[in-house]
């Protein structure tokens, strides 16, 4: 069975651009959850869809946004890019009700130049 | 507001002896606590999750945590490390509003293992 699948793995940008991040889900987990990993800030809670919804979002400026598609898959698009916006993005998938026990993929490096 | 607080953010130990990293949380209400390991290069994997049922949780590869109330901690715990410990470990706390819910996550203790 495969796991969360993220891509790209590295993502180069200047400021001001925009990112694109995208993540697939284990086959049947219907949420979706991101998180920021940046150096000695640990991880940060960004965003949980489900169902295709937004569910919770935190504490990030509206510049951070995402969707969740049909087919329970994600992305997490990233506007008007700063430089401490550089760091690992991480998605988590989950079995809908169980969304305590999360399944993470392997990151996207995300380096804001 | 419920937080987690990962005390150290180096342990340093050798191969065999004891593993001990620090989790305390805060939490108006009981929480469901987690540890997850972070190896190189990897994702998040889940090691073991509090949810109340028993205070003393065990996990894979040989870790446990105990939850104790009195003392706001929930520390993890291996008697005897090796090498392929060397990871990341994060402590979490779960956290519910009218919303829903979702993780919030220490800052993190990095393990080196030496032989």
């Known amino acids: 069975e495969a796991g969360v699948t993220q891509s790209p793995t590295h993502l180069i940008k200047t400021r001001g651009q925009q990112a694109t991040l995208r993540c697939s889900p284990i086959s049947g987990h219907t949420s979706v959850y991101w998180y920021q990993q940046a150096l000695g800030l640990g991880l940060q809670f960004l965003l949980w869809?489900?169902?295709?919804?937004?569910?919770n979002r935190g504490n990030f400026p509206p510049r951070f946004s995402g969707r969740q598609f049909p087919n329970y898959s994600s992305e997490l698009n990233v506007n008007a890019l700063e430089l401490e916006d550089s760091a690992l993005y991480l998605c988590?998938?989950?079995?809908?009700?169980?969304?305590?026990?999360?399944?993470f993929g392997s990151g996207t490096q995300l380096s804001v130049l | 507001a419920q937080s987690v607080t990962q005390l150290g953010s180096h342990v340093s130990v050798s191969e065999g002896a004891l593993v001990l990293l620090r989790c305390n949380y805060s939490?108006?209400?009981?929480?469901?606590l987690f540890w997850y390991v972070q190896y190189p290069n990897q994702g998040l994997q889940l090691l073991l999750k509090?949810?109340?049922?028993?205070?003393l949780v065990k996990g894979i590869n040989g870790f446990e945590a105990e939850f104790k109330k009195s003392e706001t901690s929930f520390h993890l715990t291996k008697p005897s490390a090796h090498m392929s410990d060397a990871a990341e470990y994060f402590c979490?706390?779960?956290?519910?509003?009218?919303?829903?819910?979702?993780?919030?996550f220490g800052k993190g203790t990095t393990l080196s293992v030496s032989s």
């Open positions: 509090y949810t109340s049922a028993a205070t």
């Open positions: 869809y489900d169902e295709g919804e937004e569910r």
């Open positions: 979490a706390v779960s956290v519910t509003n009218q919303a829903g819910t979702a993780l919030i």
């Open positions: 939490s108006s209400v009981p929480p469901y």
């Open positions: 988590a998938s989950s079995w809908p009700g169980t969304d305590e026990k999360l399944f």
